[in-house]
T-cell receptor
């Protein structure tokens, strides 16, 4: 089983739609969780950290379920500019970040 | 601030040639990393450094060497390039490895023929 698994997509949605991405991780000792965004042929950038209590940043909501080892990202009211690849990232104590392969989102008008 | 910069942006090598990729950061970060990104494989850690003069192996270190002689610079070397090293290489840095955001450079696209 891979350490961080994501549905690669692509997810094709119209503007204004709500879309959710899921991610599972295999190591129960994982401590920190993030979503990064990567535009085509660009570098990854931090979108948001994921906290146990869940957190929201504008149209983006991240959830963590430690019991199920599951992370989610919800995007409401999708914009054309949200088109990108979303990387689920997990960190374990004493190790570097582990990146998922990413989920591709395409928002169309 | 420039953040994290990488040189060169593009390079084509012949099999067996050598080259060095340079990463520089002006954020006074202690930690620096080299990743490679291949289609369908995601980002994989090659080597990393937790401070000036220190380096450590990541997930895919074979065929690469690194050096961190100055805090702001992290060099990635390919001594004898192979077609399997065709990839996009990203450098990143962070204040603290375990929980902090990593800042990435724009990447180097390397093709080995």
């Amino acid at each position: 089983r891979k350490e961080v698994e994501q549905d690669p997509g692509p997810f094709n949605v119209p503007e204004g739609a709500t879309v959710a991405f899921n991610c599972t991780y295999s190591n129960s000792a994982s401590q920190s969780f993030f979503w990064y965004r990567q535009d085509c042929r660009k570098e990854p950038k931090l979108l948001m950290s994921v906290y146990s209590s869940g957190n929201e940043d504008g149209r983006f909501t991240a959830q963590l379920n430690r019991a199920s080892q599951y992370i989610s990202l919800l995007i409401r009211d999708s914009k054309l500019s949200d088109s990108a690849t979303y990387l689920c990232v997990v960190n374990q104590a004493g190790t570097a970040l582990i990146f998922g392969k990413g989920t591709t989102l395409s928002v169309s008008s | 601030n420039a953040g994290v910069t990488q040189t060169p942006k593009f390079r084509v090598l012949k099999t067996g040639q050598s080259m060095t990729l340079l990463c520089a950061q002006d954020m006074n970060h202690e930690y620096m990393y080299w990743y490679r990104q291949d289609p369908g494989m995601g980002l994989r850690l090659i080597h990393y450094s937790v401070g000036e003069g220190t380096t450590a192996k990541g997930e895919v270190p074979d065929g690469y060497n690194v050096s961190r002689l100055k805090k702001q610079n992290f060099l990635l070397g390919l001594e004898s390039a192979a077609p399997s090293q065709t990839s996009v290489y990203f450098c990143a840095s962070s204040y603290v490895r375990l929980t902090y955001e990593q800042y990435f450079g724009p990447g180097t696209r390397l093709t080995v023929t």
